[in-house]
């Protein structure tokens, strides 16, 4: 009975939580210059996208395949038993995953400080977080 729920919830987090968690936040696009309907792209609209692309990365990426790698590591503690090796691996595996969103986070703070020091980048509060505006004269 244990390995029948086992499976189910395993299916059912791999298949389901990555995906409520990308309809969530991943949304907007990465470019937005240039087509029709939006202002013309200039030099200000390089680090938009830069910006929207490490956002895509950071909030969309990087969480759904820390939380399967999680999930992994999970599964391989629940089925090592007596198999250090098995243990070792799962160990290792949630490790890298912590450790990898530690340093992901980091360079994300680190990054948009930068920007927010250069100008470009601007604080608005703990639901937008940083935001790049760029504005074409005349439009």
Same mark, same amino acid.
């Given at each position: 009975?244990?390995?029948?729920?086992?499976? #189910?919830?395993?299916?059912? &987090?791999?298949?389901?939580?990555?995906?409520?968690?990308?309809?969530?936040?991943?949304?907007?696009?990465?470019? @937005?210059?240039?087509?029709?309907?939006?202002?013309?792209?200039?030099?200000?609209?390089?680090?938009?996208?830069?910006?929207?692309?490490?956002? =895509? #990365?950071?909030?969309?990426?990087?969480?759904?395949?820390? &939380?399967?790698?999680?999930?992994?590591?999970?599964?391989?503690? =629940?089925? &090592?038993?007596?198999?250090?090796?098995?243990?070792?691996?799962?160990?290792?595996?949630?490790?890298?995953?912590?450790?990898?969103?530690?340093?992901?986070?980091?360079?994300?703070?680190?990054?948009?400080?930068?920007?927010?020091?250069?100008?470009?980048?601007?604080?608005?509060? =703990?639901?937008?977080?940083?935001?790049?505006?760029? &504005?074409? @004269?005349?439009?």
């Amino acid at each position: 009975m244990q390995k029948i729920f086992l499976i #189910i919830f395993t299916v059912f &987090s791999i298949l389901f939580f990555p995906a409520f968690q990308a309809h969530a936040i991943c949304e907007g696009p990465i470019v @937005p210059c240039g087509a029709t309907g939006q202002p013309p792209c200039n030099f200000c609209h390089i680090f938009e996208i830069a910006s929207n692309i490490l956002n =895509l #990365i950071l909030t969309c990426a990087a969480p759904i395949i820390a &939380s399967l790698m999680l999930i992994v590591g999970g599964i391989f503690f =629940l089925v &090592s038993g007596s198999s250090t090796d098995l243990f070792t691996k799962g160990k290792t595996i949630v490790t890298a995953a912590i450790v990898g969103l530690f340093i992901i986070f980091i360079s994300y703070m680190a990054l948009n400080t930068l920007l927010a020091s250069v100008g470009v980048a601007e604080w608005t509060g =703990l639901e937008g977080g940083f935001q790049i505006e760029c &504005s074409v @004269p005349g439009h």
